[in-house]
């Protein structure tokens, strides 16, 4: 019944693991598609940002307004934060505004948290896999039990067949002690 129980257990941590890891590489396609989008929002904000650098240095006025009206709004937000450290009269200001905190493009934190997801669930899976693994030796361990015990019965000698039954004896004690102290499923 142990090594039936301990083969069960290890099946269902086995499916435990496929399903974890399942669910980190869903995880995983969640977060590039989250960092596509944020490099794309990106890739706008660079492009629009070096019109405006080009408008600066050219001074010209009108263009650097035209291009300010079409800052996205995630962007607008470190642009302003940036200007305000005056970044053209001030050395330690950063070199642009893609390097202030308040710029985040879109899908920039729902990829972070994506990628943060699918590690648990990555490191869950293998944590199940352990599981499963130890519950495959303990049905070795459980069948080396009934293996000996039924030795023992084909064996002549008494101090042989004792012998052999008290290594079986202790084999099954190690095993239940092992059994109880395994996490189960049901």
């Known amino acids: 019944v142990l090594t039936a129980w301990s083969g069960f257990e290890s099946s269902k941590w086995g499916g435990e693991m496929s399903i974890a890891f399942s669910q980190a590489s869903g995880a ?23 019109v405006y650098v080009q408008a600066v240095a ?11 009206a ?8 470190a642009f302003d934060a940036w200007m305000a450290m005056r970044p053209l009269e001030n050395p330690d200001a950063p070199k642009g ?5 308040e710029y985040q493009p879109p899908g920039e934190a729902e990829a972070a948290e994506a990628d943060a997801r ?7 899976a293998l944590e199940n896999n352990q599981r499963g693994d130890n ?44 059994l109880l102290s395994f996490p189960k499923i049901v």
Do not use: K, M
């Open 118 to 124: 699918a590690d648990a669930l990555f490191a869950q």
């Open 58 to 68: 050219e001074g010209d006025e009108q263009l650097q307004d035209f291009v300010q």
């Open 135 to 178: 519950y495959t030796l303990l049905t070795v361990l459980f069948a080396l039990v009934l293996f000996f015990t039924a030795v023992s019965q084909r064996l002549r000698s008494p101090v042989l067949v004792r012998t052999v039954l008290i290594g079986a004896s202790v084999l099954l004690l190690v095993g239940i002690g092992l």
């Open 97 to 101: 505004p893609f390097a202030v905190p």
């Open 28 to 50: 995983r396609i969640e977060a590039t598609r989250h960092a596509a989008q944020a490099d794309a929002a990106r890739g706008f904000d660079l492009s629009i940002f070096g």
């Open 70 to 77: 079409r800052f996205t709004d995630h962007f607008r937000v």
